[in-house]
Each structure stands twice: as C-alpha cells, then as structure tokens.
C-alpha cells in the first residue's frame, strides 16, 4: 500500500509532493519532492502509486458552492478555530476553484475515487481532502497550530523546525508507524525555506492518508462529505475516549497450524525476527513473572539477551525481588507484546542461572556506565534518595578509575527452558488465533486453543 501526500499550490506555484510506503508494518518515506504543474503532479502520482494507493491532498478538492462556505469548512472552523486552525472557506467565486478542483477531477480520470467513506484498509485508488494544520494539533496534542505559513522568516522557520523535528520523532512511535524518516534541514529564509516547508507539509498529508487507511472512521473524522466537499482530520490519540471503549480491531493477520513451525524456538525467531525488522521500538523487552514459594506473584519487564536452545536468557541482580523469588521457585513465565504486529508471545518453563563465564562475558559487551551502575545498585532495595545513588555511582567509578569494571558478585544471567510456548494472533471479533506448543519427550507438541 503507498500514500501520497501533497501540499497543492491553490493559485499557482510548486507543490510538494511525499510518497510514504507501507513495508511490514512500517511506513517509510520514499520521496519527498516538489512539482510546478498539475498535470505533471498527475503523472507523478500515476508513476508512483501502483494499485492500490491513498492520495491526501491539502486542498478543496470538491466545491459545489457557488458562494459562502462548504459546511466542511464551516465545522473545521468550528473545531480547530480555537487552535488558530482558521479554515478558507472554498466557493466557486475563488480564483482557485477550478485548479484544484481540476486536479481532483485529473485524479478521479486516473482511478482515485474519492475515499470519504472507504473502509478502513481497503484496497484500491483512493484519494481524500485533508488540512494539515488541524491533523498537526491532533497527531502530536499541540494547543496551537504550528505557524510556519505565516509571520516573520526567523518565526516561520523555528516553527517548521518544529513541525520537523514532531515528524521525526513522533511519527516513529504513533500507529501506524512512520521508520525514521531523513528530512531536509531547516534553512535560514526565503525560497529554500518555502521549499522546504511544502515538503513536510506534504509528508503530514501522506502520514494522514496513511492514518486513514490504517483506522479509517475509528481514529479520524470525515467532516463534510463527498458531494458537498470533506476534510478528513485524524483523533487525538486516545485521551478522550474512556477506558471501557479503548480497543482496537486485529486485523493484520491470522496463524494457520500447517504454515507454523514444527519446532517453537523457530517460530519464536521468525516472529522475533520479524518484530526486529518492522522497527518496533526494544522488540526484545518482556514481561517476567515469577512467584515465592508461597505464590505471591511479581511481574516486571526484561530484555531478552539471548536464545540458547529452549532456553530465554537474561540479565539482572541475583538479589533482586525477582532474584530472590527465583531462588525460592524456579518456575517463571515471560510475556511479549508487539502490539504494532497485533501479537503476543507467552513461554513459561523453568529458570536457572547462567554459567558465570557467560555472565562476565555478557557484562564485559554492556557500555561502561551500565557496567557501574550495577555496582552502584543494590536493586530493589529501599534507598535514601537519588543522591545516595549518585554517590553510589561516582565511589564505583572512583574505585575501578582506569582498571576493569569486574562483574559484581550479585550480578548475571538467567536462562528460562520453555516448557509451553503460545503464539497469540489478534483477529476480528476476538476470535483471536492462538498457537500453543508443549514440550513433551523431546517433541513439541502443538494445539490451538480457543481464545
Ligand atoms: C524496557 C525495560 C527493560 C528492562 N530490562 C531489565 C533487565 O534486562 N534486567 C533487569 O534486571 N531489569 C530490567 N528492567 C527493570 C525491571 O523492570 C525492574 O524494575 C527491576 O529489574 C527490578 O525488579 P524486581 O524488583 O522485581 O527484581 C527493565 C525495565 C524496562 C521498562
């Protein structure tokens, strides 16, 4: 699936041009470009698009009205007015009516019908109106619009540094999710810095075609509709809605038994695998339950360092709360959650420790502030305040200054040997799909359970 996002010139001049690329679960920035002409953009898109494709265009691209205000405008006003987000109202008495309604027209010639009510995912050329500023407020919770489109150069530039530094940054972690894009710097004024303004501007509109695909009426708005004109607007991530109505729909993929792997571990690392390459911010970081001898429970997250065999390794205080637990009762169970690939991993087994060679190597790889700060650390122990840890810091740094941070005693690795591991795929309706393997003499024994 591409997104296109484009930052039309309503009376004349460039337009920028964005295409995003959905690869795995990521979207990555494949161009971002600038063109004069419509029809010139038209071809652009064409070239680019493929079969299947949301075009977001940051202009009225139906304008029904002879005069006055296409109600989209009016309820944009009305919602982001208060942001600053003043809305143009589009009528056929603007000079601008018949270019970029012309060019809706062109793409609507090239198959991208207007997709105000498409389905969420749906397959196809679609193309829909969206308005930048207003997407910026909800997307990233700014209490005012970002104005880079007005006021001095110094002011125009600091705010698109905004607006860049936002798409950089935040983009990566919202869904769907945006890899890391490579964005122009800000230059100091004039032309360069219209140039680049159009550029990210366009790269906001394709990430709003995306967020439309990706969750269609669910987390955005259609304002207006296709015959009298519509501006879609994506939500504010969750903070309105109230906790019995935060769910989301599973719809990626689903597991079939005769497709998985025979032998868990493999399965395990080609989803691990594959949770690595969609970008998932510390895909390796796990839930670790463990128990007292008494089944009092504790949960907390881990990072997985390793897969040796059947076994799950990691690295923490021996004297810890989990340190202690595990001392008492070996049985443990881990969570992973990629929520981004709508899957959950649970393995439950037996914990023993690492040899300490293979501790003292691992700690030898962490960075050296790492290295001290295990020293410094009695975990999970009561302390003072931070001061005391600072100091617990700056005495272990004073005490192994120029020599080799040793490992500390209380300090190394675990290993897990998975006994029961189950494979969690979220599908439509909670009917989720889940994969379950047991070891069992040597074999793993594989059946679905109901979810
Ligand atoms: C993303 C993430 C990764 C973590 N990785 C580790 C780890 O690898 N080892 C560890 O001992 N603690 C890690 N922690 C901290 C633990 O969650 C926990 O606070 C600490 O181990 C003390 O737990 P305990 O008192 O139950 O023993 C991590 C925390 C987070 C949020």
Known sequence: MRFVGIDFGWERGASG???LDRDGTSLKLRELELREEP????????????????????????????????????????RYGRYD???????????????????????????????????????GRWQIEVYPHAAAVQLFTLRRILKYKRGTVAGRAEALGELRSLLLHRLPLATPRLAPPELPEIPKGGRALKQVEDKLDALLCAYVAAHWWYWGRTRNDVLGDAARGYIVVPHRRTGAVPLSDLRESYLLAGLDESAMAKDAITQFEEWFEQARTAGLPE????????ATSN?????????????????????????????RELDENQRAALVFYWPELERQVRISGTVSRVSREESEAYFRSRPEGHRLGAWASEQSAVVGGRATLEAAL?????????????????????????????????????????????????????ERLSP
């Open 394 to 446: 700056e005495q272990a740094r004073v005490r192994f200054a120029g020599g080799e941070i040793p490992l500390p005693p209380s300090w190394g690795g675990y290993r897990l040997k998975a006994q029961a591991i189950e494979f969690w795929q979220g599908r439509p309706d909670r009917l989720h799909d889940r994969i379950r393997y047991r070891a069992s003499g040597g074999v793993w024994l594989i």
């Open 39 to 78: 029809r010139e953009i038209v071809r652009w898109v064409e070239e680019r698009a493929g079969e299947d494709a949301v075009v977001a265009i940051d202009a009225p691209t139906v304008i029904p009205n002879k005069t006055g205000m296409r109600e989209a405008d009016r309820l944009t006003q009305e």
């Open 283 to 290: 895909p390796n970081a796990m839930t670790l339950a463990t």
């Open 295 to 323: 089944g009092e429970p504790s949960a907390r997250v881990v990072l997985l360092k390793g897969l040796e065999g059947n076994s799950f390794v990691f690295y923490s205080n021996y004297e810890s709360q989990k340190g």
């Open 85 to 123: 987000a003043g809305c143009y109202p589009a009528s056929r008495a603007r000079v601008y009516w018949k270019r970029t309604t012309g060019f809706a027209k062109a793409l609507e010639r090239a198959g991208f019908a207007h997709g105000g009510e498409m389905a969420a995912r749906a397959k």
């Open 17 to 19: 041009l964005a295409l």
